[in-house]
C-alpha cells in the first residue's frame, strides 16, 4: 500500500502539502475528504486522524496528522532538495521560528478575514456587524507589517535565496484573504514581488491548480449540504468569530 494523503483544497494547510508532494514528484494517491460535507467528522475517516481533520497522512500502517508534521515528514523520507528545510542549522532555526510564528499569526488573521467576508455571508442568519470585518482586517495589517519587517526583509524568500517550506507555508495562508476579496498584496510592492517569485518556484500552473477550489469555487451557497453538516458549519463559525 502506498503513500495516501487526505486532503481538501479549500483547507491552507492541505495546499501546503499538495504543493509540497506534487513539486518534488512524490508519489501519492490523493483521497478526497469534502469538509463541508462533514468527510472528516465521519467514522471511516476517525481510522486515519481521530482528530477529525485534515491533512492527514497513512504511509502503509503509519498514520500522521498536522501539516507541518506531514511536511516535515515527507522531506525527510523523499530526500527532498535541500532549499525546502536546509541542513544548515541557522537556516534551518529560521525556517522553525517562521513555522512557529505564523500560526498564532498570519494563519489565524487571514482565516477570520476570509470566514467573515466569505463564509459568514453563507451560514448566518443576520450580517455581522461592520466593525467585525474592521476589526478583522486591523489585526491581519498588523502582522503582515511583522511578517515584512521580522520575516521577509529585503530577501528573495524568507530564509535566503530560495523557497524553503516558510514560504509555502506563507503563500498558502495568504491567498486564503485574497480569495474572499481581501488583496492583501495590494499596496505592499515588497510582498507582491514575494509572491511573483513563490509563484515561479512553484510553478504557476501547480499553483494555481492548487488554489482553484477557493479562487473559483463552484458552489457559493449552503443549500446542497446536509442541514446537520450545515448547522453544525454554523456553530463552528460563530464560536471562532465571538
Known amino acids: 500500500m502506498g503513500l495516501e494523503l487526505y486532503l481538501d483544497l479549500v483547507s491552507q494547510p492541505c495546499r501546503s502539502v499538495y504543493i509540497f508532494a506534487k513539486k518534488n514528484s512524490i508519489p501519492f494517491e490523493f483521497k478526497h475528504v469534502l469538509l463541508f460535507k462533514g468527510q472528516h467528522k465521519a467514522e471511516e475517516f476517525a481510522k486515519v ?8 497522512l497513512k504511509d502503509a500502517d503509519f498514520t500522521l496528522a498536522e501539516s507541518i508534521a506531514i511536511l516535515l515528514y515527507l522531506a525527510r523520507k523523499f530526500k527532498t532538495p ?17 513555522l512557529s510564528w505564523q500560526h498564532m499569526a498570519i ?11 466569505a463564509l459568514a455571508p453563507i ?8 466593525a467585525k470585518l474592521n476589526g478583522a482586517v486591523e489585526d491581519l495589517n498588523g502582522v503582515l507589517k511583522q511578517f515584512e519587517d521580522k520575516f521577509l526583509q529585503d530577501r528573495p524568500f524568507i530564509v535566503g535565496n530560495e523557497i524553503s517550506l516558510a514560504d509555502l507555508v506563507a ?22 514581488a514575494w509572491r511573483r517569485r513563490v509563484e515561479e518556484a512553484i510553478g504557476k500552473d501547480l499553483f494555481l491548480e492548487a ?19 450545515k448547522e453544525q458549519l454554523k456553530q463552528n463559525l460563530l464560536k471562532y468569530l465571538k
Open 211 to 229: 488554489h482553484e477550489p477557493i479562487l473559483k469555487p463552484k458552489d457559493k451557497t449552503a443549500e446542497s449540504l446536509p442541514p446537520e453538516v
Open 123 to 130: 451560514f448566518l442568519d443576520e450580517p455581522l456587524p461592520p
Open 107 to 117: 494563519r489565524l488573521c487571514g482565516t477570520k478575514v476570509f470566514l467573515i467576508k
Open 49 to 56: 486522524n481521530v482528530l477529525g481533520k485534515v491533512p492527514a
Open 82 to 98: 535541500d532549499h525546502w528545510y536546509p541542513s544548515d542549522l541557522q537556516k534551518r532555526a529560521h525556517v522553525d521560528e517562521y
Open 171 to 192: 503563500i498558502v495562508e495568504l491567498m486564503q484573504p485574497v480569495a474572499a476579496g481581501c488583496d492583501v498584496f495590494e499596496g505592499r510592492p515588497k510582498m507582491a
